[in-house]
């Protein structure tokens, strides 16, 4: 099960920390590898980071490269978001994934496992 939180309204060039809990058993529980999307009303599921948990190397989407940071926290089992210079254009529900299956480290369908998103608005 994955836990999303963090979310809420913030100006533009302010920032948000979301967070992601992971609990269960299987790959949910030591996932390999976690990922940030988000999707804005009208459009497709867009990749915004990735973290190895092992190696915790990460990866990046252009959109937010310099501006958001994913970080783990393996005692808690958890991975964060950092947003900071948010934008309007950064509005979205914000879900984070594992169960990484293949494929493009950024790419939705890499991932089996979901949270239920946290609406970030920047107005």
């Known amino acids: 099960q994955l836990v999303e939180s963090g979310g809420g309204s913030v100006r533009p060039g302010g920032s948000l920390t979301l967070s992601c809990a992971v609990s269960?058993?299987?790959?949910?529980?030591?996932?390999?590898?976690m990922a940030w999307f988000r999707q804005a009303s009208g459009k497709e599921r867009e990749g915004l980071a990735a973290?190895?948990?092992?190696?915790?190397?990460?990866n990046y989407a252009d959109s937010v490269k310099g501006r958001f940071t994913i970080s783990q926290d393996n005692n808690k089992n958890t991975i964060y978001l950092q947003m900071n210079d948010l934008k309007p254009e950064d509005t979205a529900t914000y879900y984070c994934?594992?169960?990484?299956?293949?494929?493009?480290?950024?790419?939705?369908?890499?991932?089996?496992?979901w949270g239920q998103g946290t609406q970030v608005t920047v107005s």
């Open positions: 994934a594992t169960g990484y299956v293949g494929g493009a480290l950024l790419g939705p369908q890499s991932y089996r496992y």
């Open positions: 973290i190895d948990r092992a190696d915790r190397s990460t």
């Open positions: 269960g058993s299987g790959d949910t529980a030591s996932p390999y590898c």
